[in-house]
């Protein structure tokens, strides 16, 4: 069912989409997998409130479920509510301490406020969860530069691109 809803998705089919996920949640009520799906179908066919619904349904039926908590957050975040979205990631690492993509998107928040010590420390946190993320070493070479720390902006970036030489977001630092 899951499968046939994302296909519906990607075809723009919202109703379609939308009647194989309430499908779905008839045999498996607490999937959040499903309760997330919903929401990105209600946020591509701009219902923003039932999105959010959705997303805090597939956190509530599972708190550790990481891409619940970053859907809710951003979803906030895009209509205005930064601080919110931020309540709400701190809240998912309560639930989820050793995730990695929560780290980053904390980091990216508090460097849009130009908080770079916090943003350093949610994102060297987020290295010693997963080593090997390119992405958090060229997020940490932006905060370093924006410190005024180029030598270690440098060395970020250089073990980004060492990582995946194709990351685009590094190479225009």
């Not at 209509?79 to 809240?91: A, D, M, P, S, Y």
């Amino acid at each position: 069912m899951l499968s046939l809803a994302a296909k519906s998705l990607q075809r723009g089919a919202f109703s379609e989409a939308e009647r194989y996920c309430r499908e779905a949640l008839k045999t498996a009520p607490e999937n959040p997998k499903t309760h997330l799906l919903l929401g990105e179908i209600f946020q591509a066919a701009g219902q923003a409130d039932a999105a959010q619904t959705e997303y805090r349904s597939a956190v509530k039926s599972d708190p550790t479920f990481v891409d619940g908590w970053l859907h809710c957050a951003k979803l906030l975040q895009m209509h205005g509510h930064v601080q919110k979205g931020e309540e709400i990631l701190r809240l998912a690492l309560d639930h989820a301490p050793d995730a990695c993509p929560l780290h980053n998107e904390i980091a990216l928040l508090l460097l849009a406020q130009a908080k770079y010590d916090a943003a350093a420390g949610h994102l060297e946190r987020a290295l010693e969860i997963s080593p090997q993320s390119e992405i958090t070493f060229c997020h940490l070479g932006i905060v370093r530069k924006r410190q005024g720390r180029v030598e270690e902006a440098i060395d970020a970036y250089r073990k980004s691109i060492a990582l995946n030489p194709s990351i685009a977001e590094t190479h225009n630092n």
